[in-house]
């Protein structure tokens, strides 16, 4: 969901080695030099505002920003900031928060956002996407159309971040991960040069940048997979079903006894219900392709539970992420944490145990009340069928992905969040039921080893980052050299 908050949308990212760095040069400079090079309706500024990020926390800190309008600019761009040593990096809606940029004082953001195409194709069961389409607009052209995407919850994230991360969405049982939805893309090298990349043109690349994109270059458009849907039949029962604390552990239960179907999904949330009281709440978020009745059926365990309140009910395309929505506000500090687990990390006593630690987290720190831990467990039989042979996402099988999320103002309370949020991943790791760490990359601090978020991928990621970057361009999302 979050993924794609939760992204990955995520950004894809360049920069130059230290030892190349020379003086910023003057806005005035960049703007001549570089903006006779770009497209009419593109511009070069100095103002952060272009492209703001989702959290506050050690953000990419650029002294220019190019808001470009066409792939033709980016390239340009690339090429321009390769012969002048600037640092830069590619950013569609600015999601990504791994703590890993370091774009300097005289870094340069690719902003883009402009690039948001969305045109089907003639029987609506593909389309093609620009580098920066939001997943809201995505979401009410495909509805528009009757068809829909596998797309990521949270309709504020850039499509195609999220998806090259892995892609982690509701519809993941019918359709496959996010990764397996993107049939060609066309994009920029670490040279400046436009390519299309698919599984009959450079596979290697093809395979690389399915996993690990921002490592290889920045995509401009992609042509994704669209599955065709009457209005009528578009929609899914989902809502926010709360619980009283006494009923965590049986709700825990509940959601491991399930038997998760391909058309199923479900998120668990610890949240507050905000000021003046901030209490802390339990809410569960069932989704379900199809009716109610079959719905209430399929998630009967975790109703037998006894909930407080029960907001499902059946909802068309356009409002599935609806719940989301509070999840997409920029600003604020929000040094987030992640952990991957399997089915066997549904573990009461262990979810009790990281439930009391938020507990405790927001009432001893109120400036930090809009904490949350969010949880997503997903169907994975249609993406472990599919394979790892062509994408480097490493894991299909795992079928949870967790992440907490610290959201407060001021910065001297950077490392009272850090702390916390290194305990709740300590404490869900210790019953994560997976033979390694995992996390899910979009989900990722930052400061976990490269293993743990690429996977057995990894080896072979570094060959191809050497064949495809042997300057190290693009090294600011969970760099591969």
Not at 9 to 21: C, D, E, G, Q
Not at 137 to 153: I, L, S
Request: hydrophobic letters at 40%.
């Amino acid at each position: 969901m979050l993924a794609l908050v939760l992204t990955q949308a995520l950004s894809l990212l360049a920069s130059v080695p230290p030892s190349l760095a020379v003086a910023c040069p003057r806005i005035n400079d960049v703007q001549n030099d570089l903006g006779m090079k770009l497209s009419p309706g593109s511009s070069v500024s100095s103002n952060a505002s272009d492209a703001p990020r989702w959290s506050l926390y050690r953000p990419p800190s650029p002294a220019f920003i190019v808001n470009v309008k066409t792939e033709r600019d980016v390239a340009a761009t690339v090429r321009y900031c390769n012969k002048n040593n600037i640092p830069f990096l590619a950013q569609s809606q600015g999601n990504g928060w791994a703590d890993t940029f370091h774009l300097g004082e005289c870094g340069l953001v690719i902003n883009i956002a402009g690039l948001n195409k969305v045109q089907f194709g003639r029987n609506r069961d593909t389309a093609l996407i620009g580098g920066g389409a939001l997943v809201n607009d995505m979401v009410t052209a495909a509805y528009d159309a009757g068809t829909r995407f596998a797309n990521p919850t949270c309709t504020c994230l850039g499509f195609l971040g999220a998806m090259l991360g892995g892609g982690i969405t509701r519809t993941m049982g019918l359709y496959g991960a996010g990764v397996d939805q993107i049939l060609q893309v066309k994009m920029v090298t670490a040279s400046g040069e436009i390519v299309k990349v698919s599984p009959g043109s450079r596979p290697d690349l093809w395979y690389a940048i399915r996993g690990a994109a921002p490592n290889f270059g920045i995509v401009t458009s992609a042509q994704v997979k669209a599955y065709p849907t009457p209005k009528a039949q578009n929609v899914a029962w989902e809502g926010a079903i709360t619980y009283a604390d006494d009923k965590l552990e049986a709700l825990i239960q509940a959601i491991h006894d399930l038997d998760l179907k391909p058309e199923m999904e479900i998120d668990f949330l610890f949240a507050t219900s905000g000021p003046p009281l901030n209490t802390p709440t339990i809410t569960a978020i069932p989704f379900y392709i199809g009716n109610a009745s079959a719905a209430e059926k399929a998630f009967a365990p975790i109703l037998a539970v006894g909930p407080i309140s029960n907001e499902a009910k059946e909802v068309p395309y356009t409002h599935w992420g609806d719940f989301a929505n509070p999840f997409c506000q920029k600003g604020m500090r929000k040094p987030a944490y992640g952990a991957s687990l399997g089915r066997e990390g549904l573990v009461p006593k262990t979810w009790r145990a990281v439930y009391e630690h938020f507990k405790q987290f927001v009432a001893a720190n109120p400036e930090a009340a809009g904490t949350s831990v969010l949880a997503e467990y997903y169907p994975v039989q249609k993406a472990v069928a599919i394979g790892n042979a062509t994408s480097s996402y490493p894991f299909r099988d795992v079928p949870i992905h967790v992440v907490a999320i610290p959201m407060y103002k001021d910065r001297s309370f950077d490392a009272t969040a850090n702390a916390w949020g290194v305990r709740f991943r300590d404490v869900l790791r210790s019953t994560d039921g997976l033979r390694e760490n995992s996390t899910y990359i979009n989900f990722a601090h930052g400061d976990e080893p490269l293993e743990e978020v690429y996977g057995e991928s990894l080896g072979r990621l570094k060959t191809l980052k050497k064949r495809y970057d042997p300057l190290n361009r693009f090294n600011q999302w969970f760099p591969l050299a």
